[in-house]
């Protein structure tokens, strides 16, 4: 249980054009989902806090008219990376916090496999 | 500020035996979860073990357990019977209880399970 998705898993694109990710949980609702960006071999860097229904929550520093997020159902939140440039080319996972369920599965964060965006 | 720190940035071990990977943290809070997570070569982050602030048991998960000391806000994680597939990074974390549930993040040890 607790499975989350990721699509696609890589994408190659050209730099001025928009870029959009999926992030579904499979067997459960999510109220809250969460975009991190991710260096290589560094640390988890949190972008955003998606909320079902609301607007999303950016961290410090993260345009939020570059990266648009809508989490349009309870299983479903989307990063649409737009005008990507070369800078933007990183590894971007997603996780979502089931909704309901046993006690201790509320309060856990679940992964997507992420996404390689490449920007040329 | 609430941290998150991993002292051993790599570590090494042979298969069959046994490892202890250490964290320890900072918060002002008394209610929050501790996690470890993995992550292996494929960079899927899989959760490994999970802990409450307010149980002192120690929480096991198979060949993982956890080694929790709140006073010392400390938060090991032991691997028993290593093996090839435990090869990864892994990643020490908490969140507070309530709505927030974001997490803090430690730098992450990598480690190599050598046959």
């Known amino acids: 249980g607790a499975v989350v998705s990721q699509h696609p898993s890589w994408v190659i694109c050209k730099s001025g054009t928009s870029v959009k990710i999926e992030c579904r949980s499979l067997d459960f609702q999510a109220t809250t989902m969460f975009w991190y960006r991710q260096f290589p071999k560094q640390s988890l860097m949190l972008m955003a806090t998606?909320?079902?229904?609301?607007?999303?929550?950016?961290e410090q520093g993260v345009e939020k008219d570059k990266f648009l997020i809508n989490h349009a159902s309870l299983t479903l939140s989307t990063l649409t990376v737009t005008s990507a440039h070369p800078e933007d080319s990183s590894f971007y996972i997603c996780?979502?916090?089931?909704?309901?369920?046993?006690?201790?599965?509320?309060?856990?964060?679940?992964f997507g496999p992420g996404t390689r965006l490449t920007v040329l | 500020a609430q941290t998150v720190t991993q002292s051993q940035p790599e570590m090494s071990v042979q298969e069959a035996e046994t490892v202890t990977l250490s964290c320890t943290y900072d918060t002002s809070e008394s209610n929050y979860y501790l996690f470890w997570y993995k992550q292996p070569p494929s960079r899927q982050m899989i959760l490994v073990i999970r802990?409450?602030?307010?149980k002192q048991q120690n929480a096991t998960e198979n060949r993982f357990s956890v080694n929790f000391q709140k006073a010392a806000k400390s938060f090991s994680l032991k691997i028993s019977d290593s093996q090839l597939g435990d090869t990864a990074m892994y990643f020490c974390?908490?969140?507070?209880?309530?709505?927030?549930?974001?997490?803090?993040w430690g730098l992450g040890t990598s480690l190599a399970v050598n046959p």
């Open positions: 996780s979502a916090i089931p909704t309901s369920g046993r006690a201790s599965s509320t309060d856990t964060q679940y």
């Open positions: 974390a908490f969140n507070n209880a309530g709505n927030n549930r974001k997490l803090i």
């Open positions: 802990q409450e602030a307010y």
């Open positions: 998606s909320n079902e229904g609301s607007k999303a929550t950016y």
